[in-house]
């Protein structure tokens, strides 16, 4: 599992979208305009066990928890059928 930590709402939307959500429906999510987020991804490929930073192996957003004051305060599980954009290849 791949973690992402981002500030705001706004981030959260990007990295979504980046991922192939739309932003209709990235933006509607009902998460808080501040604080941090975290972005877990689960990889979409078999190759992800020998290579999970390879090129080519891609990364999908399974769930997204809001912090606040150090603790977990709301959790979105993603359905991962919302993900039907050309996802952007990430490059470590």
Known sequence: ???????????VVHV???AGMTPPRARSLPLTDH???????QPK???APKLPFG????????FIAEMNG??????????QHL??????????
């Not at 599992?1 to 981030?11: E, N, P, T, Y």
């Not at 604080?35 to 991804?41: D, H, N, P, Q, R």
């Open 55 to 62: 090129t080519s192996v891609r990364w999908q957003p399974a």
């Open 70 to 79: 150090g603790k977990v305060s709301h959790v979105i599980n993603l359905d």
């Open 1 to 11: 599992m791949l973690v992402q930590a981002v500030q705001g709402k706004r981030s």
């Open 45 to 47: 490929d078999t190759l």
């Open 16 to 18: 979504l979208i980046d």
């Open 83 to 92: 993900f039907i954009g050309n996802p952007v290849m990430p490059i470590f």
């Open 35 to 41: 604080g941090v987020k975290l972005v877990f991804s």
